[in-house]
């Protein structure tokens, strides 16, 4: 039996994934959480095999998510289920530790083969998701100063400036939610794991 914890902000998403799993024999969901704080104190005690992850969530972004779910249960894979198929958000997740992405659209059939391929220690990604990947790894190496977006220079210069995040969404008429996407993206980016070393890294590489 392979256990499942499922991880989604949307309570309609997160029921609709556990009936969908529950009618699978092999399947086993043994908790379920609405963010990524939840899912961090829950797994140890849970230890399930499979953790199903939603990428957007309030708390704890879930790329940033993924090295603490593992460091509290490191025998878990994590299956990623999201509706964001960006070069940035698949190169993030897979690098944080992810060992399958899967879209918000797949069918019932699909979510279930790829958190059998997972627990068994396998890799599982869309075919939209794997051609980016691997597009990503054939590509030239990119100088620094050219990997991050021009929202995102936006939002370090204001992280530069001490500014929290309600502040910079504010002065860039976007939601928190997607600052601390971008804030996240620059980190995995810059290889920083805090602000203040985002801005030292960026200083340095001239991105700044």
Known sequence: MIRVLVVDDH???????VGVLSDEADLEVVGEAGSGREAIALI???RPDVVLLDLEMQDVEGVAAIPQLKAAQPSAEILIFTAYD???????????????????????????????????GGSYLEPRVASKLVAEVNAPRRRAATTLSEREREVLRLVADGLPT??????????ERTVKFHVNSIFHKLGA??????VALAAQRGLL
């Open 44 to 46: 140890a005690r849970l």
């Open 86 to 120: 960006t070069d940035e958000r698949v190169l993030g997740a897979i690098r944080a530790g992810a060992h399958g992405y899967l879209l918000k659209g797949a069918s019932a059939e699909e979510i279930a083969r790829g958190i059998r391929v997972v627990a068994a």
């Open 193 to 198: 794991e805090n602000r203040a070393q985002a």
């Open 11 to 17: 309570p309609i998403v997160r029921q609709g994934l």
């Open 166 to 175: 309600k502040q910079i969404a504010g002065s860039l008429s976007i939601s």
